[in-house]
């Protein structure tokens, strides 16, 4: 499960990618390439569980994170990109929201809006075209044999082509069970989720007017939106300490930084959620696809302990938070048995009992 980060020339997506996977990139010879690294999640309630704990040992969940080429118009006319894009699971889009005269714009000026919906429509002509062209071929198949697989494809593709001709992600169209796997594997580009992450300057990062601006088109297209600084995560990173980290933070006036919330986006989008397993030995947070019952949760954990699985006992983290040990949460009745059937919540703690 990836997230591919995509971008115009000169966003910052670079800048923060570096951040995220803690990676020094060296200049490409020859044509730009997809560049993989993985980053850990940022999850507040893992900290506060290390700190109740004190482990030995701890270890964040670690997210795949694909920096993409950056999306100039010859790679976009050649459709390299496309087939780049094509290879991940889920869309982060950095959008340059920062003035600066030293660094260019293709476009001549800063503008964030015009910027994400002028990648949003070439996202959506690639699946037009596409589109068009599968039709043309099941056009041309069924008049030489007709075969009810191909008429119901051709359906399909007449029901995509008519909502991405209303400019209209693909992500918006609900299909059925039955036409779900007929497009399973074609290289449909806005059927992934897709969050905008508008880079923006220090002083920037308090105004959440460009959010407000996009807050409509993101309810209608399903995106999430935030704002980074590439600049300011790039300083958080060289601090030595977690105090000083807090100080700088709290001198800009944020919470937590930016990444934090970003990786936390990029689950979100790829359909996955957190549990942790907690001990004076080891605090782990680990990542299961959402709705999963807890064998399968077990089986992320060790592939023994989904086949031996017998039961999970299960900790809320607020709870545990709010009771503040595992003792007390016995004592009021919080601490739950649960079966086979049990649906993972998000923040759950488990302790698995199995037999091999």
Not at 326 to 354: H, P, S, T
Request: charged content about 30%.
């Amino acid at each position: 499960m990836k997230v591919g980060i995509i971008g115009l020339p000169q966003t910052g997506k670079k800048t923060l990618f570096q951040v995220l996977t803690g990676s020094e990139l060296r200049e490409q010879a020859g044509p730009a390439k997809p560049i993989p690294g993985t980053a850990e999640i940022r999850d507040p309630r893992f900290d506060k569980l290390v700190a109740m704990y004190a482990p030995n040992k701890a270890v964040r969940a670690r997210l795949e994170l694909v920096l993409l080429p950056k999306m100039e118009q010859e790679s976009i006319a050649k459709g390299d990109i496309f087939k780049d894009i094509a290879d991940v699971d889920a869309l982060c889009h950095v959008i340059r929201a920062f003035e600066d005269d030293a660094i260019y714009h293709a476009a001549g000026s800063v503008d964030p809006i015009r910027d994400a919906e002028m990648v949003n429509g070439e996202l959506i002509m690639h699946d037009q075209i596409f589109v068009e062209k599968r039709i043309e071929r099941l056009e041309a198949t069924l008049k030489k044999i007709k075969d009810e697989k191909n008429v119901k494809e051709i359906e399909l593709m007449r029901k995509m082509q008519a909502h991405l001709e209303e400019e209209k992600p693909l992500r918006l169209l609900e299909l059925s069970d039955e036409e779900e796997p007929l497009i399973r594997s074609y290289p449909f580009i806005t059927r992934k989720q897709l969050i905008l992450a508008f880079n923006v300057a220090e002083d920037q990062l308090g105004d959440a007017t460009l959010l407000e601006r996009v807050a409509e088109q993101c309810r209608r297209d399903k995106m999430e939106a935030m704002l980074v600084s590439a600049q300011v995560e790039s300083e958080i990173v060289l601090l030595d300490s977690e105090t000083e980290k807090a100080e700088f933070l709290r001198d800009l006036g944020i919470d937590e930084p930016a990444l934090g919330v970003m990786t936390r986006l990029c689950l979100q989008a790829l359909g996955l959620i957190s549990f942790f397993t907690v001990g004076k030995d080891e605090v782990r947070q680990w990542l299961v696809r959402r709705h999963a019952p807890a064998p399968v949760a077990a089986g992320v954990i060790h592939s023994d302990l989904q086949r031996g699985f017998i039961r999970a006992e299960v900790m809320k983290y607020e709870d545990l938070v709010e009771y503040g040990s595992e003792a007390e949460l016995k004592k009021v009745g919080k601490m739950y048995l649960q079966g086979k059937d049990y649906i993972v919540a998000d923040g759950d703690i488990l302790n698995i009992r199995f037999k091999v």
